[in-house]
């Protein structure tokens, strides 16, 4: 992993990648290479045992120009400042493709959960929500899950925020427990929008997803999901991972056991198989297709060199460094970026919104049904313009995409003051 890769500096490398294909306002670019605000606040928490502990955390609320800042809250040891802020500005590209009337927005606590009690880190979240409430809303800015947080996290979210406001405002957060106000489908859209991504890419491709070959890097929420359903419409899952390794069978593994092997010893690596690789070596199989499911940074320029795939659909944010994407531009390799392929997280957090609003809720198979045009009308935008324009890979055919959307609404409401 390239930890030296700023992703801040690769968000803004790959706007500037957009703007040489681009007929807009050099203001209007500029802005895109910042977000409009940072909230950073240090939280003192009571542990367990008395003492008081601080941790630093962010909000980055990237462009409102199509509505409120909408994205994801991590908790991860390693979360820095420039670090949420680039993935602001992911999001604000990410509801542009999807086409959902949100500007992007994300937020972070520098934070290993596992080290913290559950009562610790609710009150760690809660401390989190009580500095976000002047900032959030459901007009405003709408908090949702990300790495190493979910429905739990959001639950307390909205309850914090409800209470210090007096209200029922069920939409200021989305990603909640279905009994908390959240949708039907929102746990699995991610790895859905995967998955749709990679049958939409193979018979675009002219390729047959029935019996492909698949690698999964990171074995979360994104990455367990899209394998099981990879494997529903007929591929076969022959590698997947987590920090603990990757356990590989040429003639394909069971997804479901996978996940069932994580949940139950922590670690994936623990499953039966034949073989067991590293990370990096999963990353290189000759598969044909791989999906980047874990953290941003995974293929640097060196890996890139050796990766094998065909097909890549990445279900993480920011998985590859912009020099690998040059690589793999390079090399021919398909590469369907995060910014569209795993939109399907914030397109159900849009549809739980809109019921949370409408107090009136849906099935599952609307929420899915609803989901899948969503993602193909995306996936079909965007196909577009990587045919009929001259850019050099899908990635800059997105930002070309979500650039234009974001630019005509910012020429129809004008500059303020
Ligand atoms: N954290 C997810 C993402 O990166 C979902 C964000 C949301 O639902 O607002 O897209």
Same mark, same amino acid.
């Given at each position: 992993m390239a930890d030296e890769v700023n992703p801040f500096e690769s968000l803004q490398e790959q706007v500037d990648d957009a703007a040489a294909h681009v007929d807009v306002d050099p203001g209007v670019i500029e802005r895109l290479k910042h977000p409009e605000r940072v909230l950073e606040t240090n939280l003192a928490v009571e542990m367990d045992d008395g003492a008081l502990e601080v941790f630093h955390a962010y909000r980055s609320q990237f462009n409102g120009v199509r509505g409120p800042y909408k994205g994801g809250i991590r908790y991860h040891p390693q979360v820095t400042r420039d670090e949420v802020k680039a993935l602001s500005g992911w999001m604000a590209v990410k509801c542009a493709v999807a086409d959902i009337p949100y500007g992007g927005g994300k937020g972070g606590i520098e934070?290993?959960?596992?080290?913290?009690s559950a009562s610790e880190l609710e009150r760690i979240t809660r401390s989190f929500a009580t500095e976000l409430q002047p900032f959030v809303g459901e007009d405003r800015d709408i908090p949702a899950p990300d790495v190493n947080t979910g429905q739990r996290e959001m639950n307390w979210i909205k309850d914090t925020y409800e209470t210090l406001e007096n209200t029922t405002e069920? =939409?200021?957060? %989305?990603?909640?427990a279905v009994e908390s106000g959240g949708s039907e489908g929102r746990v699995e859209a991610t790895g859905r929008s995967v998955m749709l991504t990679a049958r939409e890419a193979f018979d675009a491709l002219g390729?047959?997803?029935?019996g492909a070959t698949v690698a999964v890097q990171g074995y979360g929420n994104v990455g367990s999901i899209a394998a099981r359903l990879l494997e529903d419409i007929?591929?076969?899952?022959v590698a997947v991972s987590d920090s603990s390794g990757a356990p590989y069978d040429p003639e394909g593994l069971d997804a479901r056991a996978a996940k069932r092997t994580k949940d139950e010893?922590?670690?994936?690596?623990?499953?039966?198989?034949p073989q067991t690789l590293t990370n990096d070596e999963l990353l290189t199989l000759d598969v044909d297709l791989l999906v980047?499911?874990?953290?941003?940074?995974?293929?640097d320029e060196t890996l890139a060199h050796e990766v094998s795939a065909d097909i890549v659909v990445e279900g993480?944010? =920011?998985?590859? %460094?912009p020099e690998a994407d040059g690589v793999l531009t390079g090399q021919n390799v398909h590469v369907f970026p995060d910014v569209l392929a795993n939109a399907g997280g914030v397109t159900v957090s849009y549809f739980e919104w809109v019921q949370n609003r409408q107090r009136f809720y849906w099935s599952e198979q609307r929420v899915n049904d609803e989901l899948e045009t969503v993602i193909v009308d995306a996936f079909d935008a965007l196909r577009e313009v990587f045919e009929e324009r001259?850019?050099?890979?899908r990635r800059v055919a997105a930002y070309v995409l979500a650039i234009e959307r974001i630019a005509r609404s910012a020429e129809a409401s004008g500059v303020w003051p």
């Open positions: 934070v290993d959960p596992d080290a913290y069920p =939409g200021v957060v %989305t990603g909640k390729k047959d997803i029935e007929g591929a076969r899952v010893t922590g670690n994936v690596v623990d499953l039966d198989s980047p499911a874990a953290l941003e940074n995974a293929i993480a944010n =920011g998985p590859l %460094t001259d850019v050099p890979n």
